[in-house]
Every structure is written in structure tokens, then in C-alpha cells.
């Protein structure tokens, strides 16, 4: 069985590797660091399909080093040791490059393993990984590596990959192989910036096609479906998730809708109907608050009418309530109260609950001023009465400031007027 397109297909230079030109331009340092011949420990971070491990192969061929490949995923602590007792044979002389993919899969133990055997130079570490190497890679290992970020490769760099591809299979398969500029466009585009998947939909596409007089006709209709779902990209537990969430609750705190409803459109493509319902409500009563509140119950009815329904009907009430949250004047008055509240709670600031609002209980004989002194508001006029509610040593605190939407000025405007009466009678 051969391997797949995108294994087979390896760039003969660093100008053959498409994108990434803010690491692999002339002038840029991972460059010149490659052409020296003389490589540190790398940590290379980015989204799959982007280029990580080709350029790491790349790396290896150029060097006398023997090239040793890892997963993360697989790999064991025997697995390091057997890497590093190469070092000791003709074939390590010149030391080993160890290319291990999907760092983050490592434990502690396996990575302090790890860095055991590249702290004496024999061992040359590029590793890669498509999670922060900040919240997963041994801070050991990071302060003795070099970590470059790899990023989604643009359509029109993704492009150039696809016609190599389809260059590389023609010579292959001895055959002349045609395929229109429309759908080279759709291959580069829906791939979502992962080269391997648009390489692959190419050996796809080509494989689809029949052969006819020595020539195989690759047509757009064969592209489009063969690649209609690559383009997702999505790990619920990966930084692309919090990402995608991120940017789904950011784009409805900013009022923009468009915004919001494709990053609700990627999470209902992923299937993640959960994330988009809970982000959904928490931006209702966090983003917008007092200065809606009647959103609320409107988001909780479509939220649990999309629960119930399912995908993709769901896909309607959640479009409703998301440009609802878009359009609605926003507040963090409510907000911004409760964490002030609980950040005193939490300095210990407090003390005895006011005796009028106590339950009522029995009061000793050591109490010179028996009673709970408590003022029902319902028996005043217009229902308030002014009483010390906050304990002693609070009293002063104001915690709730009134935001600048029309709601929350009603209200202000409704008690200032209560509370000038009662002051005045």
C-alpha cells in the first residue's frame, strides 16, 4: 500500500514549502538558522496540515544527523531510551535528530525523560505540536528550545501546492491529467488552510476521475465532493475550540452579528451544540444584563427549544437569539457588582448580619436594647423605607453603579425620585 499524496510529495527546498513566509522568507531568522547547517532544539506550533512536519523532514535530510521519528501519541519513555542509545552507534556518529510529533501527549515523566538526553547535545530536538507548547510542553524543555508558531496557510499559497500535486501524480501515473482553475480554487479554499487535506483531496479527485484515452478529466463536481467537509477544523478539547468560542461570545459582546452567526455557523458544523447554547445565555446575562433583562427568558425559551429539536432545526432558534443578543444595548452594571461583592467576600470583609435583619431570635438578658427594630418597606409609602441593610463595617459600600442604557437610567431616575421624597417628608 502506498503512502498518501502528501507524504510522497516533499519539497526538494525551502522555497518549495508553500506559506509560512513569516518564518521561511530570506530574510527571516528560522531560515538562516536551517542554512547554517547547525540546529537547536525547535518547537515547532501550529494548526495540522500546515507544514510542521515537512519542514522537519526537510531539516533532517539536510543534516548528517541520524533521523529518528516520534508520536506522542504512541511513543514510550523505552521509546526515548532506545532513540538515545543510537547516539552510541556508527550510524549516530554525528549525533541524532529526534523529530517528535504531538508533544503535548507526553506526561511530565515521559518529557523530563526527554530532557535528560538532549541536555548533552546528542540528541537534536524538533518537536511539534498543534496545542499552546506554553500550557503542555515542560518548562525545562522550553527554556532550552526555540518555539516558532505555524499558521493557516492562505488559499492562493495553497494553491500552488495543489497544482505541484497535481503535476507530481501526472508523472506518476504516466497520464495527462486536466483540471480547471475553478476547481483548484475550491480544493485551496475548502481545505481551510491545511495543506495535506488539500493534497489529498487532489490524489482523491484524481483517483475518482476515469481515465479516457490516456488522459484523466478531473471535474469540478468530483472537487466539490470530495471537499465539502475538510474544511472543518475542530477539537473540542484543542485550542481551536476555545478559539472558535472565544470568538462566537466576543463577536456578540461587540454587536456583530455577522460575525457571531458564522462562529455559530463553525460550531454547529463541528456538532458542538452545547458550547453554542452555553456561551449563547452566558453573554445574554453577562453582555447585555439590565440593560435587556426581558432577553433573558427569550434566549432561555430558544436555547431549550434548540435542545429539544436538535440539529439542525436547532440552527433557527439559536440565528434568532444570537442577532437578538447582537442588536440589544449592552450593560456589565450586574456584573461588575456581584464580582465586587465577592472579592470583599473573599477578603474577609463583612462581619454580623444588622439585627433588623436577623431572624428574629431570643434576645439575652445581657441586651440592654431588646427588640429586631426591623421597618417593613410595604408599609411605607411607595414600599421603601430607609434602613441599614449591609453590615457595619460595609455600610458605605456601593457596589451597583447604574450603566448609561435607557433601562437601567429608568430605574435610576424611578429611585432617585422615591428617595428624595422619603428625605423630604
Known amino acids: 500500500m502506498s503512502s498518501p499524496l502528501a507524504d510522497r510529495l516533499r519539497p526538494e527546498s525551502l522555497d518549495d514549502i508553500v506559506g509560512q513566509r513569516h518564518l521561511l522568507s530570506k530574510d527571516k531568522p528560522l531560515r ?8 537547536p532544539n525547535l518547537i515547532f506550533y501550529g494548526p495540522s496540515g500546515v507544514g510542521k512536519t515537512t519542514l522537519a523532514n526537510y531539516i533532517a535530510r539536510k543534516t548528517n544527523k541520524a533521523f529518528k521519528k516520534l508520536n506522542g501519541t504512541t511513543a514510550s519513555t523505552a521509546d526515548i531510551k532506545e532513540v538515545f542509545a543510537s547516539t552510541d552507534t556508527l550510524m549516530g556518529i554525528n549525533g541524532v535528530l529526534l523529530y517528535l510529533d504531538e508533544i503535548q501527549y507526553f506526561n511530565k515523566k515521559q518529557q523530563q525523560t526527554l530532557l ?8 537534536t530536538l524538533i518537536a511539534s505540536t498543534t496545542e499552546n507548547p506554553y500550557f503542555y510542553v515542560y518548562n ?6 526555540t518555539v516558532f508558531e505555524f499558521k493557516s496557510v492562505e488559499p492562493h499559497e495553497v494553491e500552488k501546492a495543489v497544482l505541484r500535486a497535481v503535476d507530481f501524480l501526472s508523472e506518476e501515473q504516466g497520464c495527462e491529467i486536466e483540471i480547471d482553475d475553478n476547481s483548484v480554487s475550491h480544493i485551496a479554499t475548502a481545505c481551510g488552510g491545511d495543506v495535506r487535506k488539500a ?12 481515465l479516457k484515452d490516456g488522459k484523466r478529466v478531473v471535474g469540478y463536481s468530483t472537487v466539490d465532493e470530495l471537499t465539502q467537509k475538510s474544511a472543518m477544523k475542530y477539537d473540542r478539547d484543542g485550542d481551536e475550540h476555545y478559539d472558535i468560542v472565544s470568538a462566537y461570545q466576543k463577536s456578540m459582546r461587540g454587536s456583530d452579528p455577522d460575525a457571531a452567526i458564522h462562529y455559530l455557523a463553525r460550531l454547529l458544523e463541528a456538532g458542538d451544540l452545547p458550547s453554542a447554547c452555553r456561551r449563547l445565555m452566558v453573554c445574554a446575562s453577562e453582555d447585555v444584563g439590565l440593560a435587556y433583562p426581558q432577553l433573558l427568558p427569550i434566549v432561555n425559551a430558544c436555547v431549550e427549544m434548540a435542545m429539544k429539536v436538535g440539529l439542525p432545526e436547532a440552527r433557527i432558534p439559536l ?13 456589565i452594571s450586574g456584573i461588575m457588582a456581584i464580582d465586587k461583592a465577592i472579592a470583599d467576600v473573599k477578603a474577609g ?14 434576645d439575652g438578658e445581657d441586651n440592654p ?13 411607595n414600599h421603601y423605607v430607609e434602613q441599614q441593610y449591609l453590615p457595619d463595617a460595609l455600610k458605605d459600600v456601593s457596589y451597583y453603579e447604574y450603566g448609561d442604557n435607557k433601562n437601567e437610567q429608568s430605574f435610576k431616575a424611578y429611585w432617585d425620585r422615591i428617595k428624595n421624597d422619603n428625605e423630604s417628608s
Open 32 to 39: 538562516k538558522i536551517i542554512e547554517s547547517g547547525t540546529i
Open 116 to 123: 535528560e538526553y538532549i541536555e548533552n547535545g546528542k540528541i
Open 140 to 145: 525545562a524543555i522550553l527554556s532550552r528550545s
Open 199 to 210: 493534497i489529498n483531496a487532489v490524489e482523491l479527485s484524481v483517483l475518482a476521475s476515469p
Open 319 to 331: 440565528a434568532d437569539a444570537v442577532i437578538m443578543v447582537c442588536n440589544a444595548p449592552k450593560s
Open 349 to 362: 470583609k463583612g462581619g454580623p448580619i444588622p439585627r433588623q435583619l436577623q431572624n428574629k431570635h431570643y
Open 369 to 381: 436594647n431588646k427588640g429586631q427594630f426591623y421597618k417593613y418597606p410595604h408599609s411605607y409609602p
